[in-house]
């Protein structure tokens, strides 16, 4: 079992940036599949970025080129650098993973991003 806990969410002006945390209860050097997720107001939640194996990742079009993910193996953390946000960047943000495929997965409690002037 994985517990994993979001931080680092918070008000930012657009322009700005946040790195997002997600600290997990165990090793997570071979968890296959780890992502981020969010979900706007009135939307559904959609893929942000994923990091597969920790060589891998993959980025939604929206988001190419502002955000990074990545993992800090020693640390059991995966990061969401954010820059450049938009308004439409508004959302609770979820960490998630995926220990095999096809295995169990798990969330995070999510953390809110808020992009306002």
């Known amino acids: 079992q994985v517990q994993l806990v979001e931080s680092g969410g918070g008000l930012v002006q657009p322009g700005g940036s946040l790195r997002l945390s997600c600290a997990a209860s165990?090793?997570?050097?071979?968890?296959?599949?780890m992502a981020w997720y969010r979900q706007g107001p009135g939307k559904q939640r959609e893929l942000v970025a994923a990091?597969?194996?920790?060589?891998?990742?993959n980025y939604a079009d929206s988001v190419k080129g502002r955000f990074t993910i990545s993992r800090d193996n020693a640390k059991n953390t995966l990061y969401l650098q954010m820059a450049s946000l938009k308004f439409e960047d508004t959302a609770v943000y979820y960490c998630?993973?995926?220990?095999?495929?096809?295995?169990?997965?798990?969330w995070g409690q999510g953390t809110q991003v808020t992009v306002s002037s």
């Open positions: 165990r090793s997570i050097e071979s968890i296959y599949f």
């Open positions: 998630y993973a995926r220990v095999n495929i096809g295995g169990l997965l798990y």
């Open positions: 990091n597969i194996r920790g060589t891998v990742t």
